[in-house]
């Protein structure tokens, strides 16, 4: 998960607007205008399924999240295979983390100006080559540590491009009524394709070997290249809607986020829109600005990172998924350690675990619309947040289950279970605002310096980290992270950063 921060205003309570973005009025709606809204909200599912185009997407997408999912378990147990230490673990982590940081802000730039598509297709097949010439190295048992590493750094750096021309490729695909019931179908069927891969990994391993895992991710690789060749671009899509309006009235500052679920937003003061519209103006006349005809690529880069950092509800939100990363490295960077050293167990532990951290994901989808319409984006954060502290806490305490295999499974799958639950309600807040709040000519630009501001802990905790393991125990490492997860919670809930957007970019008024 990556997620963001800090600010010390107030927010305002206000509810989310629903799933088919119809407005609460207030709190003694009768029942047949319940049912009506379910109603609808069916019928509208329904009808973005019955579309080719986004058929095509999310099956590109949710195949490479099934083939992801397969390689993540598979890469893992082979680095500690290979090197047999948890701190080549973190430092291969790190170098895994890297590139979000050092690459993709640079990537988004360079994607802004290009066909998304191509980009996608090309990355795809990239990674699909990258992936076929390690498995050549690996069953030569050529992999060394330092090999993995330059593995490691390439591939993502591969990827690096394929996040921001993805997110400006669905942004293309979208139309705009259709974002909120489309992000929140993606959301559901990727943590389905996500425990799918997770539940067969384990077994492809212990039966077949991860030759035969990472084979499995290569061909997902090629048949998402084959099905986002084959889209096209739905006309009145979010992008084409999202440029009009701002190239007509730069109306408000937009927030955005990289992640899997739902998410809604909130209208608050008048005056705060005014400020904040004259913000959004003044960036997006210095991007006008830069060139007479087309802005070149520091240009775009420089206004990608103002716009990111001039905007509260996304500057809060990245500060506060700098600090969530650093609370999830240890769990990224130790997966194995963590089954073999502390459960005392093999890789299909963290297949099962996987499932459960899959079907927790599916659940905090599935509740937050309805959740949203109780709680501000602040409250959920702290529930979040909480629910991910109280989680990591637990896990520790596998080393005095480890000689019962029931009592050993049940509480680290519940553990992710609970943690996979949490980073989907956090970051279901963020994805819509995305889609439905960002300027889409600094869509690539802007998702790509989010993504890399919030990552930027990653790489730096995990070199950390790997040098603590080699002094203190994982068990130990992981009491002290959930030391630092209960001060995160307590500042969120001391500071109230602003974590709500308005008014809607698409509105009219």
């Known amino acids: 998960m990556k997620c963001n921060s800090t600010a010390n205003t107030n927010i305002t309570t206000n509810n989310y607007k629903n799933i088919n973005a119809i407005n609460s009025t207030n709190n003694n709606k009768n029942v047949r205008t319940k049912s009506k809204i379910k109603a609808n909200a069916t019928t509208h599912y329904k009808s973005i399924l019955r579309e080719s185009t986004y058929r095509k997407l999310l099956f590109a997408n949710l195949i490479n999240r099934f083939g992801d999912s397969i390689e993540s378990i598979a890469f893992t147990w082979i680095v500690y295979q290979i090197t047999g230490s948890a701190a080549w673990s973190a430092i291969i982590f790190a170098f895994i983390m890297l590139p979000n940081v050092v690459v993709q802000p640079f990537a988004g730039a360079i994607v802004e100006k290009m066909d998304k598509k191509h980009v996608v297709i090309t990355t795809h097949f990239l990674r699909a080559i990258l992936i076929a010439l390690f498995i050549f190295l690996f069953k030569l048992e050529l992999v060394t540590p330092a090999l993995l590493s330059v593995f490691a750094l390439t591939i993502t750096s591969v990827e690096s491009f394929y996040l921001p021309a993805t997110s400006a490729l669905s942004a293309q695909v979208f139309k705009r009524d259709d974002i909120n019931a489309g992000v929140s179908l993606y959301s559901v069927f990727a943590n389905a394709a996500t425990l799918a891969g997770s539940g067969i990994a384990g077994f492809i391993i212990a039966k077949l070997g991860v030759e035969a895992a990472m084979f499995t991710d290569l061909s997902t690789f090629i048949t998402a290249a084959v099905l986002i060749g084959m889209l096209k671009t739905a006309a009145g899509s979010a992008s084409e809607a999202g440029s009009t309006v701002v190239a007509s009235k730069a109306e408000s500052i937009h927030s955005f986020s990289k992640n899997k679920s739902v998410s809604s937003l909130h209208k608050t003061g008048s005056n705060s829109s005014i400020r904040k519209n004259k913000n959004a103006s003044s960036i997006h006349e210095a991007g006008n600005s830069s060139s007479p005809s087309e802005p070149g690529y520091i240009s775009m880069l420089k206004d990608g990172i103002s716009y990111v950092f001039s905007t509260p509800v996304v500057r809060n939100f990245c500060i506060i998924c700098v600090l969530l990363n650093g609370m999830l490295i240890p769990l990224n960077a130790f997966q194995v350690p963590i089954v073999s050293e502390i459960y005392g167990m093999g890789s299909e532990l963290i297949s099962i675990s996987g499932i459960f951290s899959s079907i927790g994901g599916i659940l905090g989808a599935v509740v937050l619309p309805n959740l949203s319409k109780k709680l501000s984006p602040l409250k959920i954060t702290v529930l979040g947040t909480a629910l991910l502290a109280g989680a990591m806490a637990c896990i520790p305490y596998g080393r005095f289950v480890k000689e019962n295999i029931f009592l050993a499974y049940t509480l680290l799958c519940a553990c992710y279970f609970v943690m996979m639950a949490a980073a989907s309600l956090i970051g279901g807040i963020l994805h819509i605002q995305l889609m439905k709040c960002v300027d ?46 209960a001060i995160v919670l307590l500042l969120i809930i001391i500071k109230r950063p602003v974590l709500e957007k308005v008014p809607y970019c698409w509105d009219s008024h």
């Open 440 to 485: 889409h000519k600094y869509m690539a630009r802007a998702s790509a310096v989010f993504n890399s501001s919030s990552a930027a802990v990653t790489p730096i905790g995990s070199f950390a980290i790997g040098l603590l393991v080699s002094r203190v125990s994982i068990s130990q490492v992981l009491t002290i992270n959930a030391a630092f997860a």
